[in-house]
């Protein structure tokens, strides 16, 4: 079973970055989609942006368009998530996930089969 871990995650001041990283126990990760989502306190879990096994990628909120990109490192199996001009509103557990081949149309994260334990990222007010 496909195992993730994510890491990177801290305490920001706005308008800093961070990078996260996803790492997953098999290194056919390249045969799968990977995709980052976060949830707030209070709030319900939110897709930001995944990448398909062919390398094709998908925005799941307009909020994070032209601050955070999504990239991959197959030999590495490793998925990043750059953040950068990041915002209170970015503070949230984030966490990183796995289907086959293509990322899941729901951007609630629906449909996605394997899941890390997250990492916590916090910019303050």
């Known amino acids: 079973q496909l195992q993730l871990v994510e890491s990177g995650g801290g305490l920001v001041q706005p308008g800093g970055s961070l990078r996260l990283s996803c790492s997953a126990s098999?290194?056919?990760?390249?045969?799968?989609?990977i995709g980052w989502f976060r949830q707030a306190p209070g709030k319900e879990r939110e897709g930001v942006l995944c990448?398909?096994?062919?390398?094709?990628?998908?925005i799941y909120r307009d909020s994070v368009k032209g601050r955070f990109t999504i990239s991959r490192d197959n030999a590495k199996a490793t998925v990043f998530l750059q953040m950068n001009s990041l915002k209170p509103g970015d503070t949230a557990v984030y966490y990183c996930?796995?289907?086959?081949?293509?990322?899941?149309?729901?951007?609630?994260?629906?449909?996605?089969?394997?899941w890390g334990k997250g990492t916590l990222v916090t910019v303050p007010s």
């Open positions: 098999e290194l056919i990760l390249d045969y799968y989609a």
């Open positions: 990448i398909s096994a062919s390398g094709d990628s998908t």
């Open positions: 996930a796995a289907r086959d081949h293509y990322c899941s149309g729901y951007p609630d994260g629906y449909g996605m089969d394997y």
